[in-house]
């Protein structure tokens, strides 16, 4: 019991570390007095700056335009390079690329930031959308190489070698049976690329131009000049955005999930009736 009691003082304490501190900057969205230091009365006033200003829009929409692309591209290919991996010939060759792939994973965002920058100046490409956009595809891949290969690992080899053996060719064995199985891990992994692309800072720093910048840095620019509840308004909103993306995404795993069960009992009654 008191294990037990300790457990829970444990996990309320830790999200009472991880909560609050967004809490408390949601709270004082609403403030009217202009700073954190006292709440004096309750506004909508900060959201409504928010939306009226232009500029804030737009790096807002293009924050989200990047996450999305990023995301999709780094899925696409990061759920090949699962496939690549998987089925390397030889045990070595798998754990080599397993171990190119963690390492891109563990290394410092700025390491990986001020790499891409040197290699765009070296190669005269502007800084821009297209320069962010391809450093967010190349560290999101890893993470999505991560969510789809336990994927692999808990299929059943034998229904690829029986969809041969019955004529298939490559790509219908890879629709029909290998993307179908996977596809919880790919909604996983596209989520958590799209969540690492929307609040990344230090990769996005380096590789930015005068023409383009995402939502990140631009709070980051704006709270060096001073604190403005406006900011508090827009974590706010990006706040819900993204708890409700987790909502979706759980309605999904849970939808995924109930068909694979009802898959599962369609089998063993067509088993039963066999037998």
Sequence with gaps: ?????????????????????????IFYAFNDGGSMTSFTGFTWDNFAAVFADSRLIIILLDTFKLAFLSALI????????????YYAKKRQQRNLLLSLNNILLVSPDVIIGASFL???????????????????????????????L???????????DAARDLGANYWQVIQKIILPFLTPGIIAGYFMAF????????????????GFTTLSVEIYSRARQGISLEINA????????????????????????SRKQKRAKKVQKEVANLL
Aim: hydrophobic share 60%; glycine share 6%.
């Design 1 to 25: 019991m008191k294990k037990f009691r300790f457990a829970n003082l444990y996990l309320v304490s830790v999200f009472a570390l991880l909560y609050l501190p967004i809490f408390y900057l």
């Design 74 to 85: 780094a899925t696409v290919i990061g759920t090949l390079g699962a496939m690549g991996i």
């Design 118 to 148: 040197i290699l765009f100046t070296m190669l005269g490409f502007t800084l821009g959308f297209g320069s962010v956009l391809m450093s967010h595809v190349a560290f999101s891949i890893p993470i999505v190489v991560l969510m789809v």
């Design 150 to 160: 336990p994927r692999l690992r808990e299929m059943n080899d034998s229904m690829v």
């Design 195 to 210: 969540t690492y692309s929307l609040d990344d800072f230090a990769v996005t720093f380096f590789v930015t131009g005068n």
């Design 234 to 257: 827009l974590s706010a909103l990006v706040f819900l955005f993204s708890l409700i993306l987790v909502v979706g995404y759980y309605f999904i795993s849970k939808d995924n999930l």
